[in-house]
């Protein structure tokens, strides 16, 4: 099983990672992850048009772009695979992350990810954009100015975060479930990602 290779695209500010993957959909290597990032968001989004926000160069906001075949299994899931890779990702920073169905991530009851995953289907595939939104060096002030209790790993862990770590992290963390996902679809995450809710 061969992991898939990653292009990155980074920009300053975007109105939304996951919008912009939308816009340039059919410029994407269909055989690679391309990873669209950007340091601030001025209309990111979560479920349902909700205003995810997106200060500058505090958290990570990313969307990850890739192709699976119409066939593919268990396509529902994939916002859950997103976010049960990161909240592994968190895990291993000594915290305890539950995931709230299907695209959230709390510690301690308060948010501190949220996914978005779009799919566009054409006659011979899927495109997906799978994006994340996660609270990284934000302050108390700005986690107030969100419409729902809300956390960071900065509060969490009283320490401020590289951004460039946690992407690391989170990239090869996805990219080897995504592999086992396109394999087995959800099945081998199900039971983890139950102990997490």
């Not at 976010?83 to 895990?91: E, L, R, T």
Request: aromatic fraction near 8%; charged fraction near 20%; glycine fraction near 6%.
């Amino acid at each position: 099983m061969v992991a898939l290779m990653y292009n990155e695209i980074h920009f300053k500010e975007l109105p939304s990672t996951n919008d912009y993957a939308k816009e340039h959909i059919k410029e994407f290597d269909r055989e690679a992850i391309t990873l669209i990032t950007a340091e601030g968001q001025t209309k990111g989004h979560g479920q349902h048009g909700r205003a995810w926000h997106s200060p500058a160069k505090k958290n990570l906001y990313a969307s990850f772009v890739f192709f699976l075949p119409r066939t593919q299994k268990d396509l529902s899931h994939l916002a859950q695979l997103l976010s049960f890779s990161c909240a592994i990702v968190v895990k291993s920073l000594g915290l305890t992350p539950k995931l709230k169905h299907p695209n959230d991530l709390l510690v301690d009851g308060k948010k501190l990810a949220g996914a978005l995953v779009e799919m566009i289907t054409t006659s011979d595939s899927i495109s997906v954009i799978a994006g994340i939104g996660l609270n990284v060096n934000m302050e108390q002030t700005a986690c107030d100015l969100i419409d729902q209790p809300a956390t960071s790993l900065l509060l969490l862990t009283n320490k401020l975060t590289p951004l460039e770590e946690i992407k690391t992290l989170l990239k090869g963390e996805f990219a080897q479930n995504l592999e086992r996902f396109k394999e087995e679809g959800f099945a081998p995450f199900r039971s983890a990602y139950q102990e997490m809710v």
